[in-house]
């Protein structure tokens, strides 16, 4: 069967073996921010609806998870915000409800945590991994380029309520990215609004893969070392993919496409066409076989080309 909303599983550095469920139409989301893997944000919207039918998602993971995968969990992400389907909370339930060995975990940015509704819709869920990049007005602006419904401040309050009713784990992400949100200054702010929020992890991360601007560029080690020594105790730095060999259902896609650049380069957005999988699944494996050192990225006018090494 050739699935709509469901995508992987991917190998995931913060979640082992993860299927995805995508339930949000690209680009989608409250925010813009200038790291994304997915690209710039073609649809800027706070606005929450049935974006995927719900019954169509359903279908699909019943059809899937009833073959009793091997998974670590299904993971709400994507190519968008997955809080802005209005009816998230049914499709948790149902996992929870019928398939209750797997865990369901949320990636989330976690700007609609002000609505209530959205904040109880994920209370099954087993984990939420919101980000939280900024802690001032102008540093959100410039970094997440959010909706203009929303502000840091409150965005942060909807976080540190979300917290408070909230009974599962929440693994708060922080995004670094040089010169804008690296400062002494901005990062005692995050640590105040960290404090706030009170999340039983905060994990660090920083690009590992093409993100929506060109500029933007990965930390280095000793400035992810710094960003975590002043944001505070028990800061973790998000770690390499767990091994991979023997999970049957990564080698075919890697294959598709090492063959597709065999016969010539081409950008993520390329293979996601050619071989209609989802920009993110592309992400992935480009990542793991850059690693692998099979193949090399090149950046060109229309974006990163990606070609074999030793063809
Ligand atoms: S990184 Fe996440 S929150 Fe930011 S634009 Fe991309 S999908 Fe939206």
């Known amino acids: 069967m050739k699935y709509k909303y469901l995508f992987g599983p991917v ?21 813009n921010c200038v790291y994304c893997e997915c690209g710039r944000t073609t649809r800027l919207t706070a606005t ?13 993971l019943r059809e899937y998870l009833q073959k009793e995968p091997e998974l670590d969990y299904v993971t709400f992400s994507g190519s968008g915000e997955p ?11 149902f996992i929870k409800e019928y398939f209750p060995r797997y865990n369901v ?18 209370r099954r869920a087993d984990l939420v991994i919101p980000s939280l990049d900024a802690a001032a007005e102008d540093v959100f602006k410039k970094l997440n380029r959010p909706h203009g419904s929303l502000s840091c401040e409150k965005v942060i309050s909807g976080l540190a309520q979300f917290r408070k009713e ?37 994990q ?9 601007e060109p500029w933007v560029r990965t930390a280095r080690d000793e400035e992810i070392q710094q960003f975590a020594k002043y944001l505070g105790d028990n800061v973790e730095i998000i770690g390499k993919f767990k091994p ?9 896609k890697e294959q598709s496409i090492l063959l597709t650049l065999k016969r010539r380069p081409c950008t993520a957005e390329d293979l ?15 990542q793991m076989l850059l690693e692998k050192g099979q193949i090399v990225g090149e950046q060109q006018k229309r974006g990163k080309f990606y070609k074999i090494i030793n063809r």
Do not use: W
Not at 48 to 60: D, G
Not at 107 to 122: D, I, M, Q, S, W
């Open 83 to 93: 809080t802005l389907h209005s009816k998230i909370d049914i499709i948790i339930h």
């Open 244 to 252: 991979r060999n023997g999970i049957t259902s990564f080698s075919g």
């Open 105 to 122: 975990a949320v990636l989330t940015n976690g700007t609609l945590f002000t609505e209530e509704e959205v904040r109880v819709a994920l």
């Open 204 to 212: 660090l991360n920083t690009l590992d893969r093409p993100g929506a």
């Open 48 to 60: 929450r609806k049935e974006y995927a039918p719900v019954k169509e998602v359903i279908y699909e």
């Open 166 to 202: 909230y009974p599962g784990e929440i693994r708060l992400e922080v995004f670094i990215v040089p010169g804008l949100n690296d400062g002494e200054e901005h990062i005692a702010m995050l640590r105040k609004a960290v404090q706030k929020i009170n999340p039983d992890r905060i």
């Open 272 to 286: 996601s066409y050619i071989l209609r999988l989802p920009l993110l699944e592309v992400n992935k494996y480009l």
């Open 11 to 31: 190998p995931s550095r913060r979640l082992g073996v993860s299927l995805g469920i995508d339930i949000i139409p690209y680009k989608t989301c409250t925010l």
